[in-house]
Protein backbone atom coordinates (compact mmCIF):
# COMPACT_ATOMS: atom_id res chain seq x y z
CA UNK A 1 0.00 0.00 0.00
CA UNK A 2 1.00 3.69 -0.69
CA UNK A 3 -0.04 6.41 1.39
CA UNK A 4 0.29 10.04 0.31
CA UNK A 5 -0.66 12.66 3.05
CA UNK A 6 -0.93 16.09 2.38
CA UNK A 7 -0.55 19.05 4.69
CA UNK A 8 -0.61 22.32 5.81
CA UNK A 9 1.86 24.41 7.83
CA UNK A 10 0.98 25.07 11.44
CA UNK A 11 3.33 26.85 13.62
CA UNK A 12 6.46 25.26 12.46
CA UNK A 13 4.54 22.09 12.63
CA UNK A 14 2.68 19.64 9.47
CA UNK A 15 -1.33 19.58 9.88
CA UNK A 16 -1.91 16.49 7.40
CA UNK A 17 -5.69 17.75 5.98
CA UNK A 18 -5.98 14.94 3.30
CA UNK A 19 -4.80 12.13 1.81
CA UNK A 20 -5.49 9.27 -0.72
CA UNK A 21 -4.14 5.51 -0.28
CA UNK A 22 -3.22 3.12 -3.57
CA UNK A 23 -1.54 -0.36 -3.95
CA UNK A 24 0.45 -1.84 -6.89
CA UNK A 25 -2.26 -4.21 -7.33
CA UNK A 26 -5.32 -1.55 -7.44
CA UNK A 27 -3.01 0.53 -9.79
CA UNK A 28 -2.72 -3.02 -11.87
CA UNK A 29 -6.69 -3.21 -11.54
CA UNK A 30 -7.68 -0.35 -12.37
CA UNK A 31 -5.37 -0.22 -15.58
CA UNK A 32 -3.91 3.43 -14.11
CA UNK A 33 -0.76 4.94 -12.62
CA UNK A 34 0.15 6.55 -9.65
CA UNK A 35 -0.04 10.00 -11.05
CA UNK A 36 -3.59 9.73 -11.17
CA UNK A 37 -3.92 9.04 -7.52
CA UNK A 38 -1.52 12.71 -6.90
CA UNK A 39 -3.87 14.34 -9.39
CA UNK A 40 -6.93 12.99 -8.01
CA UNK A 41 -5.39 14.14 -4.04
CA UNK A 42 -4.10 17.54 -5.38
CA UNK A 43 -8.02 18.49 -7.59
CA UNK A 44 -9.72 17.61 -4.08
CA UNK A 45 -7.42 20.11 -1.91
CA UNK A 46 -7.47 22.53 -4.97
CA UNK A 47 -10.10 24.68 -2.60
CA UNK A 48 -8.32 24.07 0.01
CA UNK A 49 -5.39 25.69 -0.88
CA UNK A 50 -6.21 28.68 -3.07
CA UNK A 51 -3.69 30.50 -3.40
CA UNK A 52 -1.17 29.22 -1.19
CA UNK A 53 1.53 27.20 -3.03
CA UNK A 54 1.47 22.88 -3.49
CA UNK A 55 4.75 22.55 -1.70
CA UNK A 56 6.31 19.17 -3.17
CA UNK A 57 8.91 17.53 -3.08
CA UNK A 58 11.17 16.14 -5.96
CA UNK A 59 9.50 13.09 -6.15
CA UNK A 60 6.79 15.06 -7.83
CA UNK A 61 9.28 17.18 -10.81
CA UNK A 62 7.58 15.29 -13.44
CA UNK A 63 6.28 16.73 -16.66
CA UNK A 64 3.02 15.08 -16.49
CA UNK A 65 2.40 16.47 -13.04
CA UNK A 66 3.59 20.00 -13.88
CA UNK A 67 1.01 20.37 -16.64
CA UNK A 68 -2.06 19.04 -14.43
CA UNK A 69 -1.44 21.35 -12.19
CA UNK A 70 -0.68 24.14 -14.22
CA UNK A 71 -3.91 23.20 -15.61
CA UNK A 72 -5.91 23.12 -12.40
CA UNK A 73 -4.58 26.51 -11.74
CA UNK A 74 -2.84 25.44 -8.45
CA UNK A 75 0.25 27.20 -7.39
CA UNK A 76 3.30 25.27 -6.59
CA UNK A 77 6.68 25.22 -5.15
CA UNK A 78 9.01 21.75 -5.87
CA UNK A 79 12.30 21.25 -4.70
CA UNK A 80 14.24 19.46 -7.82
CA UNK A 81 16.51 16.58 -8.03
CA UNK A 82 19.82 17.26 -9.93
CA UNK A 83 19.91 16.96 -13.44
CA UNK A 84 16.26 18.39 -14.23
CA UNK A 85 16.67 20.11 -18.42
CA UNK A 86 15.76 23.96 -18.36
CA UNK A 87 15.67 25.71 -21.23
CA UNK A 88 15.07 29.38 -22.36
CA UNK A 89 12.44 31.17 -24.22
CA UNK A 90 15.26 30.83 -27.22
CA UNK A 91 15.55 27.24 -26.46
CA UNK A 92 18.81 27.27 -25.23
CA UNK A 93 19.62 24.85 -22.01
CA UNK A 94 19.50 26.91 -18.52
CA UNK A 95 23.03 26.50 -16.46
CA UNK A 96 22.21 26.00 -13.29
CA UNK A 97 25.49 26.82 -11.77
CA UNK A 98 26.09 28.82 -8.61
CA UNK A 99 28.91 29.25 -5.67
CA UNK A 100 28.49 28.87 -1.94
CA UNK A 101 26.94 31.41 -0.16
CA UNK A 102 24.92 32.27 -3.48
CA UNK A 103 21.29 33.04 -4.10
CA UNK A 104 20.45 32.93 -7.82
CA UNK A 105 17.28 33.36 -9.42
CA UNK A 106 16.25 32.57 -12.72
CA UNK A 107 12.93 33.79 -14.24
CA UNK A 108 10.98 32.27 -17.11
CA UNK A 109 12.62 29.11 -18.24
CA UNK A 110 10.68 25.84 -19.45
CA UNK A 111 10.79 22.55 -17.55
CA UNK A 112 11.34 19.94 -20.29
CA UNK A 113 10.70 22.54 -22.96
CA UNK A 114 6.86 22.64 -22.23
CA UNK A 115 6.10 23.94 -18.59
CA UNK A 116 6.81 27.88 -18.01
CA UNK A 117 8.69 28.02 -14.46
CA UNK A 118 10.53 30.24 -12.38
CA UNK A 119 13.97 29.29 -10.56
CA UNK A 120 15.44 29.52 -7.33
CA UNK A 121 18.89 28.31 -6.24
CA UNK A 122 20.68 28.85 -3.27
CA UNK A 123 23.51 27.34 -1.20
CA UNK A 124 24.06 27.50 2.50
CA UNK A 125 27.40 27.52 4.14
CA UNK A 126 27.94 24.19 5.12
CA UNK A 127 25.03 22.59 2.54
CA UNK A 128 27.38 19.49 0.70
CA UNK A 129 25.32 20.88 -2.35
CA UNK A 130 22.95 23.65 -3.84
CA UNK A 131 19.28 23.52 -2.99
CA UNK A 132 16.79 24.73 -5.90
CA UNK A 133 13.21 24.56 -6.57
CA UNK A 134 11.03 25.55 -9.06
CA UNK A 135 7.65 27.49 -9.18
CA UNK A 136 5.00 29.11 -10.96
CA UNK A 137 4.81 32.49 -8.43
CA UNK A 138 7.12 34.47 -8.43
CA UNK A 139 10.74 33.65 -8.13
CA UNK A 140 11.32 35.22 -4.82
CA UNK A 141 8.09 34.17 -3.49
CA UNK A 142 8.95 30.94 -4.19
Known sequence: MWLLILATPFHGR???CHFVSYSSKTINDEATSRNQHHFEAFAEVKELL?????VLDREFSYLELMEN???EKLNFV??????PKFTDQ???LVAMSIRKGETRVINKVFYMGKVFVNLVG???EGFSKP???????DAEQG
Open 50 to 54: GDKPL
Open 69 to 71: LVF
Open 14 to 16: AIP
Open 131 to 137: LWVMTNL
Open 90 to 92: EGN
Open 78 to 83: IRLKTG
Open 122 to 124: FWK
